[in-house]
């Protein structure tokens, strides 16, 4: 029996060694214990922030993401941008894929003010705090709208065109898209500059979507029905440059004032091509927007409402 007993006490020992040496096998080997998984920025340690762009068809929107981007990069956190090539179906799919991969914020330059309200309430109810940037949300909750004063901006251009025609003639406004907060307001503040001016008349205001061949193909309609143009307001440089190429075929000397100034833009001021832009500095919009994100992200309070400068560019 002690034999036996002695037998059994070894055979005991010897499997519990080897199961000792099995467990720190798996440890070491291939057997990895799980990691948690990282799902956007919310599950990782790193901010995300989900940057929703109209367009990146238009070189004011191009500047604005890479101001954008150089803010994250310098602030150390992940910036993810999505396009909705002015398509608003587009744009709100884009938003529910920010929210889905759990962002910790989500910046909206919105396609249009009104269609953009169901995606900015998506992500409310993702609890995912939403800032808009350059164009406003009719709707929804909004941390924070970050943009020019656009009606601000509008004045300007229609305070210069006044200067520069003498206080009296025929003006075209060339509007941007409906819908969108910076059309409304652009043409507000040019409005309040020029209607009621004795001498003074918008003889033919029409929407040309902040497109360059659009603004094209509209003052070509524009002048074949008015002789008589002084001037034109663009709500936006694209549009401007576009209505700049008509009048040059047409052989017509007119002033063209924009809106954004973006490089084309700046460079056909300083050759006498344009008369003016109004800047509106879109790589300080995208920077001010992400820094404000990163704010937001780490719970700290923010200003409903953030202005950046404006300036009137004109030939050097």
Do not use: W
């Not at 040309?208 to 008589?228: W, Y």
């Not at 006498?272 to 919009?285: D, E, F």
């Amino acid at each position: 029996m002690k034999k036996m007993y002695m037998v059994l006490s070894l055979l005991l020992v010897f499997v519990m060694v080897a199961a000792g040496c099995s467990t720190k096998s798996n440890l070491e080997g291939g057997a990895k214990t799980a990691e948690p998984k990282k799902e956007g920025g919310a599950a990782s340690s790193k901010t995300t922030i989900g940057l929703s762009i109209s367009t990146l068809n238009n070189p004011f929107f191009v500047t604005l993401k890479e101001g954008a981007e150089k803010a994250a990069k310098e602030a150390g956190v992940d910036l993810v941008v999505v396009d909705a090539q002015n398509d608003t179906s587009k744009q709100i799919s884009g938003i529910e894929d920010l929210i889905q991969k759990k962002v910790n914020v989500i910046l909206i330059n919105p396609t249009d003010s009104v269609a953009v309200i169901t995606a900015v309430e998506s992500a409310n109810k993702a609890n995912i705090p939403v800032i808009t940037i350059d164009r406003a949300a009719n709707g929804g909750q909004v941390v924070s709208h970050i943009a020019s004063d656009n009606v601000k901006g509008g004045q300007m251009a229609g305070d210069f065109i006044l200067k520069a025609i003498g206080g009296k003639g025929n003006i075209v406004e060339l509007q941007g898209i409906a819908g969108t907060s910076a059309a409304r307001d652009r043409g507000k503040g040019f409005h309040n500059a020029v209607d009621g001016k004795d001498g003074v008349k918008v003889v033919s205001s029409q929407p040309a979507d902040f497109d360059r061949a659009k603004g094209l193909s509209v003052m070509e309609n524009i002048l074949q029905g008015n002789k008589d143009v002084a001037a034109v307001f663009a709500h936006n440089d694209e549009m401007a440059l576009g209505a700049l190429q008509a009048i040059q075929a047409s052989g017509k000397n007119i002033v063209v004032v924009g809106f954004d100034a973006t490089d084309d833009a700046v460079k056909a001021v300083n050759e006498g091509k344009m008369a003016a832009t109004v800047a509106q500095k879109p790589a300080a919009i995208g920077d001010v927007a992400v820094k404000t994100a990163v704010k937001v992200s780490k719970g700290e309070k923010v200003e409903a409402s953030i202005p950046v400068d404006l300036e009137l560019v004109t030939k050097k």
